[in-house]
């Protein structure tokens, strides 16, 4: 029988073309698309507080779990010192590895017990402190998530731990290219700015103590200047009860941090070749000012962004990658926060075409200034964007987490509807003039970490690059 399906197979292998489908019959036409679906907007009910805390509930049908984010203002990298960059980032992960109750390992358990887990992070706007559990423990986790948030107590055999591993972490950083060529990139973009800050250093890390940690918590993490969303299998009347018995008597103490001043709109465009000896490719990065997420251009900038350099079929990829094959990939486009943005691009390439690959960046920017982006270009991209953020936010967590990043970005809770549609109203010619304002090659500073010996000659032709060590 084996010997007998081994035949078929292999007749079947080498049929005549006869078998085959005619060489000149059609392709098939694919169908056409389904009709577009709106996200399903869910019903918002919203409370402040007395202490000054925003309460967002959103139930959902679905799992039986519900999803916490408590989201604080102004307690990110923005308001780091400028001696204690990344700062907001060591305390933002020591808050779940000790309270004034428990240790770290007893603050997982109790969360793995519930079904769920605990944690917290840090950006430049915020921070941002998650939990989630089965709906039967939602009580739970929400006084398990208000003690992480109002009452570590930062041990100190956490701090020295923490402190290590960034040590380590920075040390390995500081050996790839990537890592370098952002921090200079930021640099160049910011200048002095906050939103420069968001790397560490030796000197900053060795910095940090217990005490102030401690004095920085109490300064920054503050009910008058956070927001909690909770989603899931819960209803408005109980989600709101949690928060005020998990919440209620949370006290501000002291003034609370200066709102972050706006982020340059301009810079005069820089040019830096971080030397590297011996690289055998080039990590390439161009960046300028950008604007706001809640800005007025944002909506049209997010869709150049995508056309750009924001997808494997971006021109900026199809043009270096699959079309030269100068790099695994490339990519650009606009980075928004509460205050201010930068518009950034970049790829590794190999040393021999890191001019050329400078030469089509530039070229891609200017085209997508000046021609209008063809109906079937926009159509893809304009399905790419909504269906990304449809699939996304699918999941409850994901619907917490973008409210509360939303929030903190100074976007209104009703931008969760309303971004897919503004997106498909997109024309071309906003495209082209949102692309023309931003992505203007004369304003780009360009940052390079490679072998001066090997690109150095290919740079000339960008202007004057100063070479730097680190």
Known sequence: MKKLMLAVAVSLAFAPAAFAAPAAEKELAMPAYGKDKPIPVPKIAKKTLSNGLTVWVVPRKGLPRVDFVLAVRNAGFAADSPQTPAFATMMAGLLSEGTAKRDSRAIAEAAQGMGGEIGASANSDGIVVSGNALSSQAGQMAQLLAEVARTPAFPQNEVQLAKTNALQALRVAE????????????????????????????????????????????????????????????????????????FGDWKASGAAPVDTAAAPASAKPARILLQRNGSVQSTLRLGAPGIAASAEDQIPLRLASTILGGGFSSRVNINLREEKGYTYGASAGARMNRAGGAIIGGADVRNEVTGAALNEYFGEYKRIGLELVQPKEMEMNKRYVAGGYMINNQLQRSVAGTLAQNWLVGLPPEFLGEYVPRILKVTPEQVRDVSKKYFSPENQSIVVVGDQAAVGEQLKAFGEFTVQEK
């Open 175 to 246: 050996t790839q290219p990537t890592f370098r060529a952002e921090r200079a990139i930021s640099k160049a973009v910011y200048g002095d700015h906050p939103y420069s800050r968001t790397t560490a250093t030796v000197e900053a890390i060795n910095a940090v103590t217990q005490d102030m940690l401690r004095a920085e918590h109490a300064r920054r993490v503050r009910p008058d200047r956070a927001l909690l969303v909770i989603t899931g299998r819960i209803t408005e009347a109980a989600g709101m009860k949690l928060a005020q018995q998990a």
